[in-house]
């Protein structure tokens, strides 16, 4: 899914009674999912997102945002990265957090920027080249 130079959101689905993954981008096999051209790619989701096999990439050199924002109906939920995964921003930043989102007037175009108080008890290994 190409998404230009202009923001996209995905807001995935879930329940607050039942722990499902409200986004859920599992390919068979590694595939490049997402593809932005400089356009912010914000994931949205009540519950859990979860990728396995998934690449969310940029095009031409441009860079761009990567917004994941799980547990937006506060139902102990998580960013669950499994197997295979590739998020690549050519030097854009990639925001993990969790709770509801808010506008900030900064932002152009009406693009969302996670709560700035964020904790986390997982530990990740991440290497940026």
Do not use: C
């Not at 669950?80 to 930043?93: A, E, I, P, Q, R």
């Not at 506008?103 to 991440?126: L, M």
Request: proline share 5%.
């Amino acid at each position: 899914m190409p998404t230009g130079r202009r923001p996209v959101t995905l807001t995935g689905t879930g329940w607050l009674w039942v722990l499902l993954y409200g986004i859920n981008i599992a390919p068979a096999s590694v595939a490049n999912v997402i593809t932005s051209a400089g356009g912010t790619v914000t994931l949205i989701s009540p519950t859990t997102i979860y990728l396995k096999n998934t690449g969310i990439t940029y095009s031409g050199g441009a860079s761009y945002g990567l917004v994941f924002d799980a547990d937006t109906a506060l139902a102990a939920a998580e960013v669950y990265l499994d197997n295979s995964d590739t998020l690549s921003t050519n030097g854009g930043y990639i925001n993990l957090g969790g709770g509801k989102l808010k506008r900030r007037p900064a932002h152009r175009r009406g693009q969302w920027a996670p709560r700035p108080a964020v904790t986390s008890t997982a530990s990740s290994s991440w290497s940026a080249t």
